[in-house]
């Protein structure tokens, strides 16, 4: 490539830059005020697995399988199923907890649940300087399904 060819192509690439910059000069900036205004999110937007709660009987829908907890890659699943007083497994966990710290939002654990218990909810103010704030159980997970607008999304599929 010649001298004159290589100056030609940067006299070039800097017109077109420059003709982009004066373009967008005159466009409405589209810059969002982030907590005076809150953009849109999709229904359907991942953000936390949250616990789903039978809307008949107040109960959760969760009966403490494991099924999420064996396909959560980092692990940020605990379950202790409930015991009763001789020993025998109920069909409800005794403590549900959900490190957010560790959560890689892939959506697994909902995928792997068969008894429609966990779905992600679109709640995205959740940050914390403290990281025990993370640490979410049952009935806070209940809570935030409660008022999110969570979504069961399975095999690419809103259900």
């Known amino acids: 490539m010649g001298t004159l060819e290589r100056l030609w192509h940067t006299a070039k690439s800097m017109v077109v830059g420059h003709a982009i910059t004066i373009d967008e000069m005159f466009h409405r900036p589209v810059t969002v005020r982030y907590p005076e205004e809150k953009p849109p999110f999709e229904r359907g937007s991942r953000s936390v697995p949250v616990l789903k709660v039978n809307e008949a009987t107040g109960r959760l829908n969760c009966v403490s399988c494991g099924l999420c907890e064996r396909s959560c890659p980092p692990g940020c699943i605990e379950i202790v199923q409930a015991v009763d007083e001789s020993g025998r497994k109920k069909s409800w966990p005794e403590s549900f907890h959900l490190d957010l710290s560790h959560c890689m939002v892939c959506n697994l654990c909902v995928e792997a649940c068969p008894f429609d218990a966990l779905e992600m909810a679109d709640v995205v103010e ?34």
């Open 126 to 159: 959740l940050s914390s300087y403290q990281v025990q704030d993370l640490r979410f159980d049952q009935d806070q997970l209940a809570e935030l399904w409660k008022t999110s607008r969570s979504l069961r999304v399975a095999d690419g599929q809103k259900l």
